[in-house]
Structure formats: C-alpha cells, structure tokens
C-alpha cells in the first residue's frame, strides 16, 4: 500500500504561483510513476503532469507546458508541483497519483492505482 497526502492548495491571483507537495508513505519501490491530475467542477479528471523515475523523465500536458514543474525530493519521499502564470481556468481540485513502474507513460487516470485526497486551487480573475 502506498498513502499520498496534498497540501500546497489554495486562492492565487490570475499570474501568482502556487507549489503543491505530495508525500509518499507505505511501500517502497525503486521504479515508480508519480502523476498531477486536475479535476474542475463538471469536468472529468485530466492529466497534468508525471515523473517517471526509471527513465528520470517528466512529461507534461499541453496546458500546462512552460508554466508548471514536477519535481522530486528523495529523501522526503515527496513530488512538488510548481505552477506558475496561472490562470483562472487552472481552478479545480487537483491529485497526486502513484504507480509501479509502467513501460508507457501513464496519463489516464485509470492507469494509476494510488490516489491522495486532492486539494483545492482556486485562480480568481
């Protein structure tokens, strides 16, 4: 079992930043897929972004791309999220997603078999 916890969330400005933490507890693997979703009230969950440790690779969604970063703590079994420039559209509930690592690049939620509880970003105008 792994346990993912949020935090980092809250209300920004149109333009601020915001960094969102996600911690790791339970099992321990050296390979992993450590994935950001965003779920906006009516919409389904969408990818984000994810690392992938067995190639030291990130990849990032389109609407994303230039504005967040993904990156990892080792010792503190812990991913950041680090959004920048952002934009009202960027509201919603967002996630951290773990897996075992896969030889594709997960980017489905249904992909992914370890959830945290999610936390709010809401970007007002």
């Known amino acids: 079992q792994v346990q993912l916890v949020e935090s980092g969330g809250g209300l920004v400005q149109a333009g601020g930043s915001l960094r969102l933490s996600c911690a790791a507890s339970?099992?321990?693997?050296?390979?992993?897929?450590m994935g950001w979703f965003r779920q906006a009230p009516g919409n389904e969950r969408e990818f984000v972004a994810l690392?992938?440790?067995?190639?030291?690779?990130?990849y990032y969604a389109d609407s994303v791309k230039g504005r967040f970063t993904i990156s990892r703590d080792n010792a503190k079994n812990t991913v950041y999220l680090q959004m920048n420039s952002l934009k009202p559209e960027d509201t919603a509930v967002y996630y951290c997603?773990?897996?075992?690592?896969?030889?594709?690049?997960?980017?489905?939620?249904?992909?992914?078999?370890?959830w945290g509880q999610g936390t709010q970003v809401t970007v007002s105008s």
């Open positions: 690392f992938k440790s067995s190639s030291n690779t990130y």
């Open positions: 339970g099992r321990t693997v050296s390979n992993y897929v």
């Open positions: 997603a773990f897996q075992t690592a896969v030889w594709y690049t997960p980017t489905q939620p249904g992909q992914y078999a370890y």
